[in-house]
């Protein structure tokens, strides 16, 4: 079966003063439908900058490489021509192309809701607005009955009440669930076209209480059963990882370093990187955590071979040479160490 997200060698450059870096460098990865995939890694990882390219987001003046594919079903025959073009591949899309896939194919929850909502719309009006974008000549009932079925899929309690309410009178848990509404609203219009298939969750969990990002999660999983969505999870927490996740991709200064069943690679970390985010993470029984030493290295200063090896305790001469290819463990968890 054919992937859902199919990235290849996925590379993002953006322009510096001291010249052209690389936040994302040549990364592989691949998201089924109703598969949750983690994305792992410390903050400039490069995680979100991934996202951004994957939704053609990214800023004024960069460049990307590499190949990213997102499949396409439709019971529409009209569209015949417009799934060809868009199986050329994510990089080579256009603005205009790329308006029709987001939100109706592929969506993102963003990380901090109160900034990614309007202060000054009614949280339905916005809803509806994501629904508007993809079918104008809807009437407006209908529009505000998609609108009201995406914010009660999303849990939202009293939707038609919540509807009339601002972003600032909802809690942020709340506020999180209509964004989240939001991303699923177009597809819930379009009875022709699957629901936004390929839904990127940016650390949405984040600022939330522990009680709340419970249920935030259990949400985004009954999503992925119920629509049959593929969902790549951004997130620098290996717990929530553990909840959600099938399989994690640990990323390492715009590098993917590890990959492969969450429950294995937790359990038998083969990256130094990877170990090291585990010693470091809190744990039930009481006692110390271990840092990794050292912090990431800028992107306009990367050392010559492995990214980690400055920070690394298990560095060898070889690691300081050339970058080390994904080497399989087996044949569904691969680790870029020359220790594998």
């Known amino acids: 079966m054919k992937p859902l997200l199919d990235v290849r060698a996925l590379t ?15 990364v592989s990865l691949q998201v089924g439908a109703g598969e949750c995939l983690g994305l792992v890694g410390e903050s400039g990882s490069g995680k979100t900058m991934l996202s951004l390219a994957i939704m053609g987001l990214l800023p004024v003046g960069a460049r990307v490489s590499g190949q990213a594919w997102l499949a396409k079903e439709t019971t529409d025959i009209k569209e015949v021509e417009e799934v060809k073009a868009m199986r050329t591949g994510l990089v080579a899309l256009k603005e205009h192309e790329y308006r029709l896939l987001r939100g109706r194919e592929i969506a993102m929850i963003f990380q901090e809701p109160m900034t990614s909502l309007n202060p000054v719309m009614r949280v339905g009006a916005q809803v509806e607005e994501a629904i508007r974008a993809h079918r ?21 309690p009293e939707a038609e009440e919540r509807a009339r309410q601002y972003p600032h009178q909802l809690s942020g848990g709340l506020r999180q669930r209509v964004m989240i509404a939001m991303a699923i609203a177009a597809g819930l219009a379009e009875p022709n076209v699957a629901q936004a298939r390929l839904l990127i969750a940016d650390e949405p969990t984040t600022a939330l209480d522990v009680t709340v990002q419970k249920e935030i999660l259990e949400l985004l999983q009954r999503l992925g059963r119920e629509l049959h969505l593929g ?25 993917v370093v590890e990959e492969g069943p969450v429950k294995e690679v937790l359990r038998v970390p083969r990256h130094p990187y990877t170990q090291g985010l585990l010693a470091a993470s809190p744990k039930l029984e009481r006692g110390k955590l271990t840092p990794i030493p050292g912090s990431v290295p800028k992107l306009t200063a990367l050392p010559p071979g492995c990214a980690f090896e400055p920070r690394c305790a298990f560095r060898r001469d070889q690691c300081s040479a050339t970058v080390p290819e994904l080497r399989e463990a087996n044949e569904a968890h691969s680790a870029r160490c020359v220790l594998v």
Do not use: S
Request: glycine residues 4%.
């Open 12 to 26: 993002v450059e953006l322009p510096t003063a001291q010249g052209w870096v690389r936040p994302v460098n040549e």
């Open 231 to 255: 969902l790549l999870f951004i997130t620098h927490d290996l717990g929530v990882v553990a909840q959600v996740a099938d399989r994690v991709a640990v990323m390492y200064a715009g590098r």
């Open 136 to 156: 104008p000549k809807m009437a407006a009932e209908l529009v505000r009955k998609n609108m009201l079925e995406a914010l009660r899929l999303a849990a939202v």
